[in-house]
């Protein structure tokens, strides 16, 4: 049974760092492409970062590029998101989740739905304020 895990959310002020963790299990990280989400208050869920399939490289959509960096550690089947020179902006739920048919840099930078991404966790809080 596939199953993600978030943490490492909280509190930061504007300017400082967070990085999360996502933890799975249930399936092999070295075949498959992972990717965060997040969702605001009152918004659409939206793509931050994504570590494709196809070639293995990591993409940012233009709002957190230079600013947040995607990893993965298949020692410990965990996938991390740098967080750093934080805004109030990147205010909200963050998730990662993954697709066993398609890169989920499709659903990030692709154009692709972001719902259409076949497991989920169920997200971390991270909210950044003065």
């Known amino acids: 049974q596939v199953h993600l895990v978030e943490s490492g959310g909280g509190s930061a002020q504007p300017g400082g760092s967070l990085r999360l963790s996502c933890v799975v299990s249930g399936f092999n990280l070295n075949l498959f492409g992972m990717a965060w989400f997040r969702q605001a208050p009152g918004k659409e869920r939206e793509g931050v970062a994504c570590?494709?399939?196809?070639?293995?490289?990591?993409q940012y959509v233009y709002a957190v590029k230079g600013r947040f960096t995607i990893s993965r550690d298949r020692a410990t089947r965990t996938v991390y998101l740098q967080m750093d020179s934080l805004r109030p902006e990147d205010t909200a739920r963050y998730y990662c989740?993954?697709?066993?048919?398609?890169?989920?840099?499709?659903?990030?930078?692709?154009?692709?739905?972001?719902?259409?991404?076949?497991?989920w966790g169920r997200g971390t809080l991270v909210t950044v304020s003065s």
């Open positions: 989740a993954t697709d066993f048919g398609r890169d989920p840099c499709r659903s990030v930078v692709g154009g692709i739905s972001v719902y259409a991404m076949d497991y």
């Open positions: 570590i494709s399939s196809k070639d293995g490289t990591d």
